[in-house]
């Protein structure tokens, strides 16, 4: 930020912003990286997707480089209503200045302009990802399940879902 306003733009993700966005995820847990790689490469292959509003991954952009990602999707069971967060990672050097809040403002604005009843975004019980639950929790979201081990033993996924 600066002069209290942000130094960087919300916008869709593009195609050529992938390598980007794989590195930011890949900093954060090489696994993740990987399954994001696979995710970006079927979304941007499939221009239904990208055509559709059910689904669109954002990136956060300053001076030209992309320093943060998150996204949305429909219910992949086609609830109605339903949508979820997808890929939300900012750039280990500019967190702490609202990037994750801006980011994710902008996908709750996105899912409640589709009059959705809820959405729901799943992560981790390693402390890695602390930060990210405490932000969720911020924003109104409430652990709704966990599933005890189901990373590894001892890493649990957490579900945390809120009222739109």
């Not at 960087?8 to 995820?25: F, G, L, Q």
């Not at 609830?79 to 890929?87: A, E, R």
């Not at 200045?97 to 390693?126: C, H, M, N, P, Y």
Request: a negative charge; glycine letters at 8%; charged letters at 30%.
């Amino acid at each position: 930020m600066t002069d209290g306003k942000m130094s960087y733009e919300i916008r869709p993700m593009a195609e050529r912003d992938t390598d980007e966005v794989v590195r930011i995820i890949n900093a954060h847990e090489p696994t993740d990286g990987d399954c994001a790689a696979r995710y970006y490469a079927e979304y941007f292959g499939d221009p239904q997707r990208i055509a559709s509003a059910d689904e669109e991954p954002l990136v956060a952009v300053e001076e030209g480089g992309v320093i943060g990602v998150c996204g949305f999707q429909a219910d992949a069971y086609l609830t109605p209503d339903i949508y979820w967060l997808s890929w939300f990672y900012v750039d280990q050097t500019c967190r702490g200045r609202g990037v994750g809040s801006a980011l994710l403002q902008r996908v709750i604005e996105s899912v409640r302009a589709f009059e959705a009843r809820k959405l729901f975004v799943d992560t981790s019980s390693d402390p890695i990802y602390q930060d990210a639950v405490e932000l969720y929790e911020r924003f109104g979201f409430q652990v709704e399940g966990v599933l005890a081990d189901y990373y590894e033993e001892g890493e649990d996924s957490i579900m945390l879902g809120m009222r739109m």
